[in-house]
């Protein structure tokens, strides 16, 4: 069974440039999460998406923002790019929404704005 | 407030030099505790959940336990391919389910 895929691995941009990532969840599975890993803070809930709906998002600000199609595919885009959104990008997907069912989390898309 | 904490921060141990690692937490209506592995540029690998005080659960040379207030992951025997951080994330269901994950320990086993 394949995993969680996500796409690019790596992406460098500049300051108040846009970025999309993509991400692809094990089949079946119909809940998909991302997460922000900063050295500093650890992993960062940023929002998770269930059957194309947002169910619940993290304290970050409204550059951040997310979609998930039919096929329960995700992305994550963040616009107007700050120096502090360098991080590691993690996406995960679950069987059910929310707490009570593994994460299988990707290998992260690893974002450096500089 | 909900919170995780996750001592010691690092821990280097020789190989065979068996230890324990602590997650302890504060979560309302908490549903299951689950264990991660990470290993550095890679993705959290999900190992464990417990969902009940007492509960156990083992796979080689990791052992995870479980009270109403702690977790412990038990390091049997480690060998140097043990070396990762490891997270532990209490999962929440209710109003707003998430996960809180803690900010990990950075295990070091060396031969």
């Known amino acids: 069974k394949a995993g969680v895929t996500q796409t690019p691995r790596y992406l460098i941009k500049t300051r108040g440039q846009q970025v999309t990532l993509s991400c692809s969840p094990i089949s079946g599975h119909r809940s998909v999460s991302w997460y922000q890993q900063t050295p500093g803070q650890g992993l960062q809930f940023l929002f998770e998406y269930f059957s194309e709906t947002q169910r619940n998002k993290g304290n970050f600000p409204g550059r951040f923002s997310g979609r998930q199609f039919s096929n329960s595919r995700s992305e994550m885009n963040v616009s107007t790019l700050e120096l502090g959104d360098s991080a590691l990008y993690l996406c995960?997907?679950?069987?059910?929404?929310?707490?009570?069912?593994?994460?299988?989390f990707g290998n992260g898309t690893r974002l450096t704005v500089t | 407030e909900d919170q995780v904490t996750q001592s010691p921060e690092a821990l280097r141990l020789q190989e065979g030099e068996s230890s324990s690692l602590n997650c302890s937490y504060t979560v309302s209506g908490l549903r299951g505790l689950f264990w991660y592995r990470q290993d550095p540029g890679k993705g959290p690998e999900f190992l464990f959940t417990?969902?009940?005080a007492g509960e156990e659960k083992e796979k080689e040379r990791l052992k995870a336990t479980l009270t109403k207030k702690e977790s412990f992951l038990h390091i049997t025997a480690p060998k140097p391919e043990d070396s990762a951080t490891y997270l532990c994330a209490p999962g929440r269901v209710g109003n707003f389910n998430k996960f809180y994950f803690g900010s990990g320990t950075k295990l070091n086993v060396k031969p």
């Open positions: 995960a997907s679950s069987l059910r929404t929310g707490g009570d069912s593994p994460l299988h």
């Open positions: 417990l969902y009940s």
